[in-house]
């Protein structure tokens, strides 16, 4: 899995944002914790998901059907500091493009 260099991180995951990438990486990963990825549909914006998904059988599966590796925009303690996190996130693209283009802004 590839890291945003620039991650965004909720406030929820602030104090904890050391220790949960840590964690993320070695498959020990707290229930509250969720990521923000780049979408696998080009229809949407960004995905969110619980992080202990993403180390999934499923998700091995879905990485080698698209080919590609899928990249952790963001972190979050929580679903609603994932929800919160995505709106700045998109507001922040919006302010500063005028458009929702995030794939663009944030490569």
Known sequence: ML?????????????????LIQRIRS??????????????N???LL???EASQICSQEWEERRRAEGREIQILG?????????ELAG???NEVYQATGGFNLR???S
Do not use: C, T
């Open 3 to 19: 890291w945003y260099k620039h991650l965004y991180v909720g406030e929820g995951a602030k104090k904890k944002r050391f220790s």
């Open 88 to 90: 700045q996130m998109v």
């Open 27 to 40: 498959g020990n990963i707290p229930s509250k914790a969720y990521v923000i990825l780049d979408p696998a």
């Open 104 to 106: 663009e802004y944030l």
């Open 47 to 49: 995905d969110i998901w």
């Open 75 to 83: 972190i979050a303690w929580g679903y609603q500091d994932a929800l």
């Open 42 to 44: 080009p229809a949407n």
